[in-house]
Structure formats: C-alpha cells, structure tokens
Nanobody, 123 residues
Framework: QVQLVESGGGLVQAGGSLRLSCATSRRALGFYTMGMGWFRQAPGKEREFVATISRNGDNTYYADSVKGRFTISRDNAKNTVYLQMNSLKPEDTAVYYC??????????????WGQGTQVTVSS
C-alpha cells in the first residue's frame, strides 16, 4: 500500500508563491519506480491535470494553464515530489492532489492519491 501525504497549501495573494510537497511511503519497492503527478479541483469543477514527472525526473509535462509558472520536481532520496507555484492567480484556487504511479495527464492512469491540500489565492 502506498500512502501520499500533501503539505504546503495555504492562503496567498495574487502574484505570490507556494511550494507543495508530497511525501510517499513507497520505501519497499522504491519511490524511484513511480511517475508522479499533481492535479487540482476547484469548487464546482472537475479534477484537472496540473503537472507530471517521470520516475527519474528527466521528463516533465504541464497543463497549458500553469506552464511557465509552476515547476514539478522530485527528490528520490527523500521520497518526495514538489510543486513550486509562482505568479499565482485567483483561478489557481483549488484543492491540489498528489497522484502516484504514472507519468500521464489522465487521472485514471494513477493508482494512488493523496488527501489533497487547499490552495487559496486572493485577488
């Protein structure tokens, strides 16, 4: 069983920055075996893809809405994936979810999900 625990959400003004972290418990098989992703869900909207990173971190892919502002990274020694969010906009307000075991944009490709962390951007 893999557990994902997000942290780092909060309230920030437009133009500000936040860094989300997602710690995993996949020690037995190795965190490095999993591609990872971030998704978000705003009130009244469907969950949407934000970013994904390959197992070794060499490849990343972003939603157009966050490209150039958000950066996904990982530290395999710490079993952790990060989402650095800069130049935040009110429309970035959502619950952000960490997802594991795929390098993909479709949520159905992921086997593991965190509980989510709230990000609120005020105007």
């Amino acid at each position: 069983q893999v557990q994902l625990v997000e942290s780092g959400g909060g309230l920030v003004q437009a133009g500000g920055s936040l860094r989300l972290s997602c710690a995993t418990s996949r020690r037995a098989l190795g965190f490095y075996t999993m591609g990872m992703g971030w998704f978000r869900q705003a009130p009244g909207k469907e969950r949407e893809f934000v970013a994904t990173i390959s197992r070794n971190g060499d490849n990343t892919y972003y939603a157009d809405s966050v490209k150039g502002r958000f950066t996904i990274s990982r530290d395999n020694a710490k079993n952790t994936v990060y989402l650095q969010m800069n130049s935040l906009k009110p429309e970035d307000t959502a619950v952000y979810y960490c997802a594991g075991d795929a390098f993909a944009t479709m949520s159905s490709r992921y086997n593991y999900w965190g509980q989510g962390t709230q990000v609120t951007v005020s105007s």
